[in-house]
């Protein structure tokens, strides 16, 4: 067994590759332990704007030890519990492929982060003003910088679990970053979609799709100058709604401050829809997709923001069940338009 790490997670903390699916499998046996924040009697709904239980208020004591500054809006942090890190067991030679070649296994590189959008406790990222979201998104820019510069990394998962229903395990508004060695399944699906779009039509498929949709018009929730925010033709989710920059970057790291404020507005707009569609805070699993950092260049690909909200309505879950586990095959029992149209004549 190795034993060049110090971490003595060897067997618990590493990627397998699946020989069907064509993918990597993270296994992050050693986060087992982490902290979960939420009080079940309330159901996740905050109050109070510091809450002393809570290792992601600012002053608070984390899991490792580590103080939080106080800090006022963005704060960001190396994760206590990383699914990924730059210290994950080495695998050696040996045990690095098993049965031919069929079985390989590597390890968990890459660096997992914490960013809190603000100081307050009980807001969600829909709460701030344009312009605190828009300098969320400068923050999460800089992160981009730093990422695609390092040697270690190829693509980058900026998300946000928002919610209990999706297993968010503490209510202060944050979101997380996943930096990996490898390409995230959904973004290289999308490289591979746009190259063949181009090869068959010859034009960018990103575009023709935001084309496509302001053409229909009926999907649309919001738009600005920037940046514009649908329920798209052909959504797997009910509430799923995709944001797409009117230009065309591959990560967030190109993008102008104007721009960000684009974005921030029209996902304002969107969310805050969310929210009083229901009258509750719309719970969501928001991803950035964006181009692999990999030093290559990627000039198909239109980074965009993809929210798909688990529920139909409150209390009616979209359980990822038979078709959709055992067969990867979305069955949704909602229509996009007029899931779209109910979101559309909401007046702010
Ligand atoms: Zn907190």
């Known amino acids: 067994m190795n034993n060049s790490n110090a971490s003595g997670f060897e067997g618990q903390w590493e990627k397998r590759w699946h020989p069907l699916r064509r993918e990597w499998i993270v296994y992050a046996g050693h986060r087992n332990n982490r902290p979960w924040n939420f009080d079940l009697k309330t159901g996740g709904k905050q109050s ?22 106080d800090y006022k809006d963005v704060f ?19 045990l690095a492929e098993l049965h031919d070649g069929l079985y390989k296994r590597t390890a968990a590189t890459g660096i997992a982060r ?7 406790h009980n807001v969600s990222l829909t709460d701030l003003n344009p312009d605190q979201i828009k300098n969320v998104f400068l923050s999460l820019r800089e992160q981009m910088n730093f990422f695609s510069e390092h040697p270690a990394i190829k693509s980058v998962l900026i998300f946000e679990n928002k919610g209990e229903i999706v297993g968010v395990s ?12 490898f390409v995230f399944n959904l973004f290289q699906k999308e ?14 498929l990103f575009a023709e799709i935001i ?25 797997r989710f009910a509430y799923e709604a995709y944001i797409f920059p009117k230009k065309k970057h591959a990560t967030l790291s190109t993008m102008t401050d104007e721009e960000l404020h684009g974005l921030a507005e029209v996902f304002q707009i969107l969310t805050r829809k969310f929210d009083l569609n229901f009258k509750t805070s719309f719970p969501y699993v928001m991803a950035f997709a964006q181009a692999p950092v990999d030093g290559n260049e990627y000039p198909e690909y239109h980074m965009h923001l993809l929210l798909c909200p ?30 779209a149209a109910e979101l559309r004549k909401i007046i702010l």
């Open 76 to 94: 960001i942090f190396d994760n206590d519990h990383p699914v990924v890190g730059l210290n994950a067991p080495a695998i050696s030679p040996p």
């Open 310 to 339: 688990p529920l139909r309505q409150p209390g009616l879950q979209k359980f990822l069940a038979g078709p959709e586990t055992g067969a990867d095959t979305f069955m949704a029992d909602t229509i996009p338009e007029e899931k």
């Open 170 to 181: 503490n209510p202060h508004p944050h979101c997380q970053i996943y930096a990996t060695d």
């Open 114 to 120: 914490v960013v809190c959008y603000d100081r307050r």
């Open 211 to 235: 084309k496509a949709e302001q053409a229909d018009a009926v999907r649309i929730i919001s738009e600005n100058e920037h940046a514009i925010a649908f329920i798209p033709f052909f959504a």
């Open 191 to 204: 490289l591979e979609a746009a190259a063949g779009w181009r090869k068959e039509k010859g034009t960018n």
């Open 48 to 69: 109070v704007e510091y809450d002393p239980g809570c290792y992601l208020c600012p002053g608070n004591k984390r899991v490792n030890g580590n103080i939080n500054p």
